[in-house]
């Protein structure tokens, strides 16, 4: 071990190996350490895209960024998909893309990405500290002296990539964060992203069952966002791609009583399970249905559209029973008819961190220079991945973000 590092990294995750690769190249390695709470380093990262970790996107555009515009701006126009490609192809990663445009490793497998890294480091001879849980960061003469409750590392610089609230079961917290808080630091405040989401209407029936839709998240009677994907169903939430990409806002809503920061008094989501047909073109149908199964049950209506159980869910959200199908009135039929193009679900608050893919909130512009990541306040403390109030949509976004930040932060170390 050293008596003085030139960088220590506090947190082994994706932003925090991507600045230690580049630290130790540019440095030698051994004048690098990572310092990380947990037995291993990589832990989320192996978690990510269902275990084959997507990693960057060919559509590497702002819009898909959501946080402190500055910050976005700075990182995503200077690490391009080129630079994450670059980065990728030095550490002898090899990618590819699928027809969406999301980048994968070639392997497919998370595992690889993270093997990679590691290799990378123990050849560059970066020591990896493992069950070091940085509790104090105390200013020194010739830089900071970092403290776990059994050790102190000292280093020059040190490039804080502790992440975020997120997904906690897999080492996720904000102490991070408290230690920068403790020395003067701010954030905005932490809401979870990318998330299931709870809602007040329990369908045990619909359990496990997928369907194809738009979802769309209504705040006070006005459209906020839409976004058209597979939606999953369980018996108490919502989840699937599309409900992910509008959790942001429904647990902004839930955690603060804002929607994009203006106070709200409802939000619900509404899901048209069949954009492709109009409500009248729909209503139609439902009248040849109710012919054609005349004697059945009413629930059976939509069953030639949906999966069955689909079908029963809405007409008894329309509070229909006991009815067969031939008996339904006419102004039932335009009900049934209108619950499939809004199928409407009122979000609760749960432990939505627990099953959130990132955080929402963080250090933004006001605390850091967005050139070169470091702090205003503490000299030579740089900051990068989700402990910035920077998330990304679904498709690779964070993960690019996340390793885009930490090789920024590292160029800019004198
Ligand atoms: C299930 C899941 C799937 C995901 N899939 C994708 C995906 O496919 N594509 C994508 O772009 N994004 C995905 N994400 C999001 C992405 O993983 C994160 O945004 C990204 O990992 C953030 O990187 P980071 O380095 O900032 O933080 P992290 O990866 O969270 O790493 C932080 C590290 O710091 C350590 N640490 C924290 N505090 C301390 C401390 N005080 N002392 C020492 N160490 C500390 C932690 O143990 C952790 O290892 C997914 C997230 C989850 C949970």
Redesign the pocket.
């Known amino acids: 071990m050293k008596d003085i590092y030139k960088v220590a990294i506090?947190?082994?995750?994706?932003?925090?190996l991507a600045a230690a690769i580049r630290c130790a190249s540019r440095f030698g390695g051994k004048n690098v350490i990572i310092?990380?709470?947990?037995n291993r380093?990589g832990?989320?990262?192996l978690?990510?895209?269902n275990g084959r970790?997507?990693i960057s996107n060919t559509d590497m555009d702002m819009v898909h960024y959501h946080g402190d515009k500055r910050i976005i701006s700075s990182v995503i126009g200077r690490f391009s998909v080129k630079s994450i490609r670059k980065f990728c192809s030095e550490i002898g990663l090899l990618l590819r893309e699928d027809e969406a445009g999301r980048i994968y490793p070639y392997s497919n497998q998370a595992a690889t990405v993270l093997d990679c890294m590691r290799t990378q480091l123990s050849v560059l001879g970066t020591e990896e500290k493992c069950d070091?849980?940085?509790k104090k960061i105390k200013k020194t003469g010739f830089g900071y002296e970092i403290s776990s409750p059994e050790n102190v590392i000292k280093a020059e610089n040190i490039i804080m990539?502790?992440?975020s609230k997120?997904?906690p079961a897999?080492?996720?917290?904000d102490?991070?964060l408290m230690?920068l808080r403790e020395n003067g630091i701010k954030h905005t405040p932490l809401f979870p992203a990318l998330s299931p989401v709870e809602t007040k209407e329990k369908y045990k029936s619909l359990k496990g069952i997928r369907a194809k839709g738009i979802a769309e998240i209504v705040a006070d009677g006005y459209t906020v966002k839409k976004e058209k994907g597979e939606i999953q169903f369980s018996d108490k939430a919502l989840s699937g791609i599309c409900v992910f990409q509008c959790s942001r806002i429904v647990n902004e809503y839930l955690y603060y009583g804002t929607v994009l920061g203006n106070k709200t008094r409802k939000i619900e989501i509404a899901i048209d399970l069949m954009p492709d047909y109009s409500a009248a073109g729909l209503e139609r149908y439902l009248r040849s249905c109710k012919k054609r199964f005349s004697d059945k049950p009413a629930g059976m209506i939509l069953s030639g559209a949906l999966h069955k159980r689909l079908s029963e869910a809405i007409v008894e959200s329309q509070t229909i029973y006991k009815k067969n199908c031939i008996e339904l009135e006419e102004k039932e039929i335009q009900q049934i008819a209108c619950a499939v193009k809004c199928f409407t679900f009122t979000p609760v608050k749960s432990d939505q961190f627990s099953n959130a893919?990132?955080c929402a909130g963080g250090i933004g512009s006001d605390e850091i220079n967005t050139d070169t990541m470091m702090l205003k306040k503490l000299p030579n403390i740089y900051v990068?991945?989700?402990?910035l109030n920077v998330d990304?949509d679904c498709g690779?976004?964070?993960?690019?973000f996340?390793i885009g930040s930490g090789i920024i932060a590292s160029d800019n170390i004198k």
């Open positions: 506090i947190g082994g995750g994706a932003g925090g310092l990380e709470k947990q380093t832990r989320k990262l978690a990510t895209g970790c997507n070091f849980f940085t990539a502790s992440g997120a997904s897999l080492g996720s917290d102490s991070g230690l893919q990132v990068c991945g989700e402990i990304g690779g976004y964070n993960l690019h996340a």
